[in-house]
């Protein structure tokens, strides 16, 4: 029987088949968009893959702000921790705000990938226990193509609990 040895993953080595890319992050929060792609047979194909590091926060899981792709869904991968993530129904792009007063809350366990339809609204999930590394999957260019913000007023702000 014949016999290779593995050997390390280099980009000079495995650039004939693909492309590769650490996501892990360490130290503060923070997230970092379009990290890898890969071509998903059709040029208007491509998913991007990012990291979004959650930390516990001192104030809880409070929602301040929320944000929607109108053409895109997304995909999102707790790697190392529990989260929790706020979601809301579509509304009206014109409306420029979600309905905060049916917004819900779920708690994703590690590894779970959780996808959102176009127009859901939602956030950065939350950590529960310790800093979180989510996967992020979207189309590439998401950020900087399809992706409302709203911000809520101090009335809107609400706090999640477990």
């Given amino acids: 029987m014949r016999t290779i040895k593995a050997q390390p993953l280099t980009h ?63 995909g999102i991968i707790p790697l190392d921790g529990d989260v929790v993530i706020h979601v809301g129904k579509p509304t009206h792009p014109r409306l420029g705000k979600p309905a905060v007063e049916d917004m819900e809350a779920f708690y994703v366990p590690k590894g779970t990938m959780v996808t959102l339809n176009p127009g859901v609204w939602h956030m950065a999930p939350f950590a529960v226990n310790c800093p979180v590394n989510n996967i992020i999957v979207l189309p590439r260019r998401t950020y900087a193509n399809d992706c409302d913000f709203y911000f809520f007023k101090d009335e809107e702000k609400f706090q999640i609990e477990l």
């Fill in 12 to 74: 000079d080595a495995f650039n004939a088949y693909g492309n590769f890319c650490n996501l892990l992050l360490d130290g503060p929060a923070g997230f970092t968009p379009d990290m890898i792609e890969t071509n998903m047979g059709r040029s208007y194909q491509g998913a991007s893959f990012a990291i979004c590091r959650t930390l516990v926060k001192d104030e809880g899981m409070v929602v301040a702000a929320a944000e929607f792709h109108s053409w895109t869904g997304e």
